[in-house]
Nanobody
């Protein structure tokens, strides 16, 4: 059974940094591309970053490019999102995600609040 457990969120001041983690189990982690999504209050869930199974290729939303870095450890079965230069508009619940045969699996999310 697929399980995704996010952690690392919290309250941070503008300009600060956080590193999110997503512990994965129940599937062969290295075979799947992984995504980070976020959902801000009153807004739709949006794709933030993508990484291939081997970690050799990544893509980012334009709003986070140059500030966020997605990475994975295929030994620890863990996905990461390093977030630097955080802005108030980065405030959201962040989710890790995999898609298998057209079905989306989600974690419970971790809340990030950027505020002074």
């Amino acid at each position: 059974q697929v399980q995704l457990v996010e952690s690392g969120g919290g309250l941070v001041q503008p300009g600060g940094s956080l590193r999110l983690s997503c512990a994965a189990s129940g599937f062969t982690f290295s075979r799947y591309a992984m995504n980070w999504y976020r959902q801000a209050p009153g807004k739709e869930r949006e794709l933030v970053a993508f990484i291939t199974g081997a970690g050799s290729s990544t893509t980012y939303a334009s709003s986070v490019k140059g500030r966020f870095t997605i990475a994975r450890d295929n030994v620890k079965n863990t996905l990461y999102l390093q977030m630097n230069s955080l802005k108030p508009e980065d405030t959201a619940v962040y989710y890790c995600n995999i898609r298998d045969l057209g079905y989306d699996y989600w974690g419970q999310g971790t809340r990030v609040t950027v505020s002074s």
